[in-house]
């Protein structure tokens, strides 16, 4: 298994950014996907998932600090996973990792949002937000 992050770089406050996860070993259909990051003086925190899905429909889930700004998605033909990053804040300013887990995120009772939930990871990718 292998996820390799690209398109990481620096961005304007109020811009956009694009992030890219191609990923190789694993399907969408029965890995759910997530993007963490990881700031200095910060835990590693998670922004944004998509859960494993039937090849059609897959659900979203956002950390509050990134819900409305931030937008994760798939592409089952590329096998990459995205993170559109628009009106980007300082604050967004990190290393942003890929993830996946070989299990829903969601289980009908309780969301795996934290790092430790995770399988497997990528090396990360820079994001720096210029104010």
């Known amino acids: 298994v292998q996820l390799v992050e690209s398109g990481g770089g620096l961005g304007h406050a109020g811009g956009s950014l694009k992030l890219s996860c191609a990923v190789t070993?694993?399907?969408?259909?029965?890995?759910?996907m997530a993007w963490f990051r990881h700031a200095p003086g910060k835990e590693r925190e998670g922004v944004a998932y998509i859960d494993s899905g039937d090849g059609v429909t897959y659900k979203t889930y956002y950390a509050d600090s990134v819900k409305g700004r931030f937008t994760i998605s798939n592409d089952n033909v590329k096998n990459t996973v995205y993170l559109e990053m628009n009106n980007l804040k300082s604050d967004d300013t990190a290393i942003y990792y890929c993830?996946?887990?070989?299990?829903?995120?969601?289980?009908?009772?309780?969301?795996?949002?934290?790092?430790?939930?995770?399988?497997?990871w990528g090396q990360g990718t820079q994001v720096t937000v210029s104010s």
């Open positions: 070993g694993i399907t969408f259909d029965d890995h759910a």
């Open positions: 993830a996946a887990r070989y299990s829903p995120i969601w289980d009908g009772s309780y969301y795996a949002t934290r790092p430790d939930e995770y399988d497997y």
